[in-house]
């Protein structure tokens, strides 16, 4: 499982949305993240439909999006995400 979180340099959720990403991969071993500037990779932002940050998505180990969340997430609401979406394949 896979976790994306997409930020921008001036958006102050987006230093809490990595806390709780960073929380959410201390506590679940087997997730990974990676963290996309929009501006930086525009192409990648477009093609996931990014309209603000921050926006975290959870893919599945097969890379298919199972869970998308605008806005910086508490730990225990990713933590939550995270394992409804575990088994998603």
């Known amino acids: 499982m896979k ?6 340099a001036f958006c102050a959720p ?6 709780a990403v960073a929380d959410v991969k201390n506590l679940v071993p087997w997730v990974t993240s990676i963290e996309r500037d ?8 477009e093609a996931d ?11 599945s180990p097969s ?5 998308r969340a605008e806005g910086a997430p508490r730990t225990d ?4 995400a995270v394992a409804l979406h575990r088994d998603a394949a």
Not at 77 to 80: A, H, P, S
């Open 14 to 19: 987006c230093a809490a949305a990595r806390r």
């Open 77 to 80: 609401q990713l933590l939550t």
């Open 38 to 45: 929009v501006v930086a990779h525009e192409t990648h932002a």
């Open 49 to 59: 439909g990014i309209s603000s940050t921050p926006t975290l998505l959870i893919l």
């Open 63 to 67: 890379g298919r999006e199972v869970f």
């Open 3 to 8: 976790l994306v979180l997409y930020t921008s």
